[in-house]
């Protein structure tokens, strides 16, 4: 597979304007990181990233997932991919089908969550020490895939996770974006792909803005992997 660095093409606000990013992210993240991991941790350039993003019914706890995609990543490397549509228990929403294009006739020939997401967790490697989840307001999306672990009778451990919707509203506050939805970010960092509501190339896409959010982090000083999940952790404590 290729490396992301490689197909992205970022926005360069020249080398002032990226180097004053980095400085105003290191003053808004001074004392997130516990002294003890302080220079320790795996460099991002190692990091086992699991970049996941499902495709859904709706926005509620009873809504189903429709489409599963993900990709496994070396540092900035793509590994591996993963995309599969889940047939719901119900019809899908028409608003809903003209938001992702996944309509209720393309997944009717395809398998419910009760198959697929043991497919997928297979695939994943569940719980494989060092491997950190990734997603654009992972909250969203674990919550997901917790429900169809639990559909499917199998353990779920929440993972590590870094959760790119906070890592950019840290790293680029308004006005160097104007919102920090996936494809405002992902226009930024001037991804090869384009969000459009489909699990895989929102993957694709999220892993592209991490690798753009992830230097930045690092010329700010936080250049481990563990860093960036207790930067995530400390954010999500300080929201109202």
């Not at 002294?35 to 996941?52: F, M, N, S």
């Not at 509620?60 to 429709?66: F, N, P, S, V, Y």
């Not at 491997?131 to 895939?145: K, P």
Request: proline content about 8%; aromatic content about 6%; hydrophobic content about 45%.
């Amino acid at each position: 597979m290729d490396s992301l660095t490689e197909r992205r093409s970022p926005s360069d606000p020249g080398p002032g304007g990226r180097a004053e990013l980095a400085r105003a992210l290191a003053r808004r993240l001074e004392g997130a990181l516990p002294p003890a991991l302080e220079g320790l941790g795996t460099p991002l350039e190692r990091a086992d990233w699991l970049v996941v993003d499902v495709e859904t019914t709706g926005l509620g706890r009873a809504c189903e997932i429709t489409e599963i995609g993900a990709l496994r990543m070396r540092g900035t490397q793509v590994v591996d991919e993963f995309e599969e549509l889940v047939r719901p228990s119900a019809p899908i929403p028409p608003f809903i089908e003209k938001m992702t294009g996944i309509t209720t006739d393309m997944v009717a020939g395809a398998d419910p969550v009760q198959a697929v997401y043991p497919r997928f967790a297979a695939w994943a490697g569940a719980g494989a020490p060092g491997r950190v989840l990734v997603a654009h307001n992972a909250d969203f999306d674990m919550g997901f895939l917790a429900r169809a672990s639990r559909a499917c009778s199998m353990p779920w451990r929440t993972p590590p996770s870094v959760d790119t919707l906070s890592l950019a509203r840290l790293a680029l506050p308004r006005p160097v974006v104007a919102n920090h939805r996936l494809g405002t970010v992902a226009r930024y960092f001037r991804t090869a792909t384009a969000p459009g509501h489909r699990a895989l190339g929102d993957a694709r896409a999220t892993g592209e803005v991490l690798c753009g959010l992830a230097g930045l982090a690092a010329e700010a000083g936080f250049g481990h992997v563990e860093d960036l999940v207790a930067v995530c952790r400390w954010y999500a404590t300080r929201r109202p």
